[in-house]
C-alpha cells in the first residue's frame, strides 16, 4: 500500500502533482488545511508500506516516521521546515533544504529534472519565492504575462490552503490536487473555464477586499501586526494577505493574526523579504509554533500573550547596534 502525504498548500499539492504526473501510482492521499501538519501519525504502521511525504516538517512527525520506519515502511521525504534530527535510516530517503530562497516543489523539480517546471514555477511563486520563480520563469522564456498568470495561479492555491478546517475550504486539498492532475501543464488549466482556477479567482478577490480592511494593532519601522477577524473568510486569507504586505514593505516583518474559537489568535508571519530569516525562530517561542525561516505560524496564541509576541517581533528584527 502507498500513501501520499502532503501539505494542502499550493506547496505540497504542488509537489505531490509533479511526482504523480511523472509517476502515477495508485494512492491514499493524506492531507488537510495548511496548519495541519501532524499527518504521518495517520499512517498504518506496518511493514511493506511505502510512503511519500511533501512539505510537512519532519520535527513535527518524528514519534510517527520513527515508528513507520522501525515496523520496516519505506519512506521519501521532500521538505524545506526545520527538520530536527533527521534519522540515519536505510528505509529513508530524504531532500531537506531549509534555504529560505526554495520550496518543496523546487525539490521535486530538481529530482524531476525540470520534467514539469511549469509547475514548479506556479508553487514558487504560491509560496512567496518570487525572486526564484522569476529566474526560473525567465530560464523558461516566459513572457511577462505568462509569468504573472502563474504566479496568479500559485498565490490562489496557496490562498485555498488557508483555515482551521476543511470546511473553511473552496476545496479540499486531496480533491484539489485530483482536479490539477489532468493537467500536464498550469496554463492548461487556466485555459479551461472548468478547472478550480476560476472558482478560486473569484473567491480570492471578494476575501482580499474585505481583508484591506484589517485592523492594524502595532506598527513600527521593522514590523507591523495586523488582525483580521474570526470568519471563515479571514482564516482563509491571512496567509496571502501576510504575503502581500510582505511584497508592498519588503524591509518589513509582518503578522496577520484571526481569532480562534476559544480566544486565542492563529498567527502568520513573514519575514522581511529583504532578510527572509527568524520567522521561526519567533514562532517557535510560543507553544504551537513552527515553521520556516521566511514564512512561520503560531496555532493558539493564547489573547494574554499578545503583547509578548509583538514586542518579540519587532525585537527580531531591530538593528543590533
Known sequence: MHYDV????????????????????????ITG??????????VPVQAGTEVTVLDISMEKNQP????????????????????????QHQ??????????????????????????RLWAITAAYGDNMIASADRLAEEAGLSSAQ?????????????????????????APDALFEALLPYRDPFDAIA?????????KQAYAEDMAKAEAAQLLAEDAVSAVYLLGGEPWCRRVSGVFGNELANRHPSRAHAVLTE??????????RAPLENKDGADEVCVAFPTGGGRKG???????PADSLDDFIQCLSRRYKPSN
Open 6 to 29: 502532503f501539505n494542502g498548500d499550493a506547496d505540497g499539492v504542488i509537489a505531490l502533482l509533479q511526482l504523480r504526473l511523472a509517476e502515477p501510482k495508485e494512492s491514499t492521499l
Open 33 to 42: 488545511v495548511k496548519r495541519d501538519i501532524a499527518l504521518l501519525k495517520r
Open 64 to 87: 510517527a516516521l520513527d515508528d513507520l520506519l522501525a515496523a520496516g515502511a519505506t519512506v521519501q521525504y521532500f521538505d524545506h521546515h526545520r527538520p530536527g534530527v533527521i534519522p
Open 91 to 116: 528505509g529513508l530517503q530524504a531532500s531537506i533544504d531549509m534555504d529560505p530562497n526554495t520550496c518543496t516543489a523546487l525539490l521535486v523539480d530538481a529530482a524531476l529534472n525540470g520534467q514539469f
Open 147 to 171: 509569468s504573472a498568470l502563474l504566479r496568479e495561479f500559485g498565490v490562489l492555491l496557496n490562498y485555498n490552503g488557508y483555515g482551521a478546517e476543511v470546511a473553511d475550504l473552496h476545496f
Open 192 to 200: 479551461d473555464p472548468a478547472s478550480p482556477y476560476h472558482t478560486l
Open 260 to 269: 480562534n474559537a476559544d480566544g486565542s489568535y492563529l498567527v502568520s508571519v
Open 295 to 301: 514564512a512561520a505560524g503560531i496555532n493558539r496564541l
